[in-house]
């Protein structure tokens, strides 16, 4: 076997750190990029000179001519979605025939976001705030046998005989418990025939293509979304999506073996956001809480919903380090910490009598802890144009510093704008060997 360069990129908070930048520029060197879990409720923001791209499903390796883009068997494809989305990128210039999708990876059909609508309608006060993309119910069904799978797509009849088969039991459900009137399924099957046979023929044994990757020597990037606080098992449950989203489930999200991806890096913006409901402790509801958002923009990209904002946890992000295993960080959006007065890390909880390091187990605990923060000055120079940890004033680089040692993890990138140019390679970092290809 030739010596392959594979490395997972994960969020490392609660999702929106600013991933698809990161996974756009490092792209540039990959021959192979693939998602392994989620589905359209991811949404990355690519920036690339004067265009703007948003991707929900496409990885963000798309836009690099050349790169196979690969949606693993751990995803949840709305078929409808992804032909928009396609057509989108077309319609700009972007070749998209790069693009296949694991025959194993499960369909998110209409009564899916049916029942996610109506779900969280009935949990009122305590609906989760989900991006009602339907993933929820997705994965359940995945979970249940009674998925549809990407390979049905290959033929139209066979796809049509499955959702035969399911269709008057989701009727029955969305009916019985939420007085839905249900789908008619020649009406459903025709809305859905151009998008199953648009996408048929991208539908291929991806995991076959990964190992022949491997094999092959090539760079292959495993591509995260969302985030570690956000994943079914290690996040703040029940406020957490339907799939994992840590690094080890690179490797059953996409069919290769945990000792395949070598390098792990966590992708974590300067300050914290959070989509959604559920506890945060860093939440700043006040100035500067605002202004983060209006600096960073801080607005969905699926959904457009205000983001909640607050300052850099260290708590939540030695956490991520510790259940992905992190051997690197991405720090994005410093540039939109500039002018700020002061800076504030949480470097450990308080939780009634006692401090604590750790992340609890359960958010009702998590509930009870309040941050313990370390202040740092601010800057007020514009820090767009910086290329190198020289160019950033003292209180930037004191900042980065302080990250890598309150998360014992070295800080590989910072990126200071949107634009694959507004990037800091740090001296000493593992990605350099990466981008030298
Ligand atoms: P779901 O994934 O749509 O079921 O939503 C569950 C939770 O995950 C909600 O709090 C969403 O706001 C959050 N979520 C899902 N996808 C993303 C994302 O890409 N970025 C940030 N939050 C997300």
């Known amino acids: 076997m030739l010596n392959s360069n594979s490395m997972v990129i994960v969020g490392a908070q609660w ?11 490092l792209a540039s060197e990959a021959d192979i990029v693939a998602r392994f879990q989620g589905g359209d409720n991811a949404g990355h923001t690519v920036v690339y000179g004067a265009n703007i791209f948003k991707l929900h499903h496409v990885p963000s390796g798309i836009l690099n001519p050349g ?5 693993g068997n751990g995803m949840v494809i709305n078929p409808l979605v992804l032909v928009r989305e396609l057509t989108d990128l077309e319609k700009r210039g972007i ?13 998110i059909m209409a009564y899916h976001q049916a029942l996610d609508e109506a779900s969280e309608k009935m949990l009122g006060v ?3 705030g989900t ?3 339907g993933i929820g119910p997705a994965y359940a069904d995945k979970a249940l046998r009674r998925g549809i799978r990407a390979v049905e797509m290959v033929d139209f009849d066979r796809f049509k005989e499955q959702l035969a088969g399911i269709l008057p039991l989701q009727n029955k459900i969305l009916h019985a418990l939420y007085g839905h009137e249900g789908y008619d399924l020649d009406e459903l099957v025709e809305t859905y025939r151009p998008a199953i046979e648009r996408l ?8 076959l293509i990964l190992d022949e990757g491997f094999k092959e020597g090539k760079n292959i990037l495993f591509e995260g979304a969302q985030g ?3 994943d079914l098992d290690h996040g703040t449950y029940p406020f957490v999506t339907s799939s994992s989203t840590v690094a080890a489930a690179a490797a059953t999200g996409t069919g290769v073996g945990p000792g395949q991806i070598s390098k792990v890096l966590g992708v974590l913006k300067a300050y914290t956001t959070r989509v959604g409901s559920g506890p945060f402790p860093t939440e700043d509801s006040g100035e500067a809480g605002n202004q983060l958002r209006d600096h960073g923009h801080e607005y969905g990209t699926t959904t457009g919903r205000p983001r909640r904002c607050g300052w850099f946890d260290a708590v939540i992000a030695r956490y991520a380090a510790r259940i992905n295993g992190l051997n690197g960080l991405a720090v994005t959006k410093l540039d939109v910490l500039s ?14 009598d006692d401090e604590t390091d750790n992340f609890p187990v359960s958010i009702d605990d998590l509930k009870l802890c309040s941050p313990v923060y370390e202040t740092f000055p601010g800057w007020d120079e514009d820090i767009s144009r910086a290329r190198s940890l020289e160019d950033l004033p003292l209180a930037a680089r004191r900042f980065i510093e302080a990250i890598e040692e309150a998360v014992r993890v070295k800080v590989d990138l910072v990126s200071v704008g949107p634009d694959r140019s507004q990037t800091i390679i740090c001296p000493g970092s593992k990605l350099s060997a990466w981008l030298q290809g």
């Open 339 to 352: 002018g700020m007065e002061v800076i504030n890390m949480a470097v450990s909880y308080k939780c009634l």
């Open 131 to 133: 991006t009602g993309r």
């Open 228 to 230: 570690a606080l956000l």
């Open 15 to 25: 999702g929106d750190e600013g991933k698809g930048k990161v996974i756009d520029y």
């Open 95 to 107: 070749d998209t025939s790069n693009l296949r999708i694991s025959g194993k990876a499960h369909l």
């Open 67 to 71: 790169t196979l883009c690969l949606l």
């Open 200 to 207: 048929g023929p991208l539908v291929a044994d991806t995991a």
């Open 126 to 128: 305590n609906k989760i």
